[in-house]
């Protein structure tokens, strides 16, 4: 039910150690690495945990925090994965998972009567996505929209 997945959700978050907002620090002299050395690494660090939080969106598809984690860490995951000149396509899977998550975060805080600073900011996300990605289709592996 709802209660075992939100108790897997906590589970994953935590043992994630997600830190949503601070700098990705890739050890090793990673600045001096190609970008597709940088973006391969980059998908070894984030892919575990966004396997994670997408698991704990499938156990539980009403849970609107799960959603919103999920989209937030794809969200965040796109900007560096552009930000080190990775494939497209790599990109647009992760801003696909985004625009995906924070879709339906946003419906399930509709639908139960939530409102406010959180919802806004998932709107916000969302349009910053449309407007840095083209909507999240061909504009996701160049350097700007």
């Not at 494939?87 to 899977?93: E, G, I, K, T």
């Not at 801003?95 to 399930?108: E, H, K, N, Q, S």
């Amino acid at each position: 039910g709802a209660s075992a997945g939100a108790a897997a959700f906590r589970r994953t978050s935590i043992s994630a150690g997600l830190s949503f907002g601070t700098p990705l620090v890739i050890p090793g002299g990673a600045e001096q690495s190609s970008p597709a050395e940088r973006a391969a690494l980059l998908a070894r660090v984030s892919g575990p945990v966004l396997k994670h939080l997408r698991l704990a969106v499938e156990e539980a598809p009403a849970l609107r925090e799960a959603w919103h984690t999920w989209a937030l860490a794809s969200f965040e995951a796109a900007q560096r994965l552009r930000a080190v000149r990775a494939p497209r396509s790599a990109v647009s899977r992760r801003v696909r998972a985004a625009v995906t998550g924070f879709a339906m975060a946003i419906r399930l805080a509709r639908d139960a009567g939530l409102g406010g600073a959180a919802v806004q900011q998932d709107l916000l996300r969302l349009l910053t996505l449309w407007f840095d990605f083209d909507g999240g289709g061909a504009g996701g592996g160049g350097g700007g929209g």
